[in-house]
Each structure stands twice: as C-alpha cells, then as structure tokens.
C-alpha cells in the first residue's frame, strides 16, 4: 500500500514525498533515497538509538514541541505536516561544530562514534528545550534524555559530562533555531491541508 504525498519541512525546505509504502521508515528514507548518511543503523529495531533523529511539531496552542524518535522504527508518513531534523542539521555555515558536538569533543565523549549522532540529537532535543533563562537541567532530566542511546566503548561518564558542558553559555555561546520560521513553515502546511481537504459526498 503507497501513500498520498506528504509533505514536511526538512534542511529548510518543505520536502515533498509521494507514493511511498506506508512502512517506509524515515531512517530508510534519510539513508537511502536522501543519502542523508550521518544518521545511523544500529540494531533497526528500536533498542539502540544510533538512528536518533528530532521531530517538531505544532502542538494544540501553536507551539512548537520537539522530541528524538528511533528513525527506524518512524514511518515515512508520520512527518507530514512536521519538521525532520537530523544531525547534518547541526552543521554551521562555518564549519563550525554546534555546541552540543563541540561538548562531547570536549569531554572526551565519543570514541568509535557509532552511536554518536544519536547521542548528539537526543542531546540537541534536551538543549533546545531547556532555554537559557531555565538554567541547568537536572542529572534526572539529562538522564531521561539519554535513555534511549546505547554506547558500547566510551562510557556514560564523559557523554554525561558533555550534556551538561553544552550549557556553559561562557565556553560556548548558545545556538538556537529560529523556531518562528519553523513554526510558520509549519502553519503553512496545516493551512495548506484545510484547502485540500474535501468532504465525502452524502
Ligand atoms: S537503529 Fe537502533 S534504535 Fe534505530
Ligand atoms: S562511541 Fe562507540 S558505541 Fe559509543
């Protein structure tokens, strides 16, 4: 079963997708029709969370909510009407590392780097929900937010100690997405469904 195109804002844009299997998975979509690489496979069935990537969404007042899903196991046509954010999304204009990589750097945190890009996304979701004016989080939280990522070789302590490094505004300044022009995007493709939609007959 294929289904009627979707779209979703993703690198900037609104991507467009039509006549995908319903169970094409985003992780599918990134790696093989996007050559998206940077996301992983690990274990492909949810456990790991190599293949972490964001998802935005407009929530019932029109705020943007964000949340790390297992690309893998997310179909295709869940993101329509969404945002996709991968860690190529990271990447600066310069060459510059975001905060979040530049931490784990920092920290020693990363060493064969497999699960790296999924760290790093679970991560980026904890720090663009945790405004500068809410402080630190808590070791609970940044718990909670790395729950879902296994590492086999470097160990928990020095990605931990990046999750709360990336908070250090001083060492490195905060990096935020413009989520007003994310959220118009957004509103765009909701308005968007509204005209197309069409009532069956009676
Ligand atoms: S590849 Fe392991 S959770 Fe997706
Ligand atoms: S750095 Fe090797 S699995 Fe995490």
Redesign the pocket.
Known sequence: MTTQTIRFYHQGSVREVAGVPATRTV?QHLREDLRCTGT?????????????VVIRELDARGELTLKAV????QFLPTLDGRALFTVEDLRAANGALHPVQQALVDCHGSQCGFCTP?FVMSMWALYENQPASAGLPTRDEIDAALS?NLCRCTGYRPIIDAAQKMFDYAQHPRVALDRDAIAATLRTLQRKDTFEYSAPDT
């Not at 297992?70 to 196991?73: G, H, K, L, P, V």
Request: hydrophobic letters at 25%; a negative charge.
């Open positions: 992780l992983k496979e690990g274990c492909a069935e949810g456990d790991c969370g190599a293949c972490t297992n690309a893998c196991i999924g879902g």
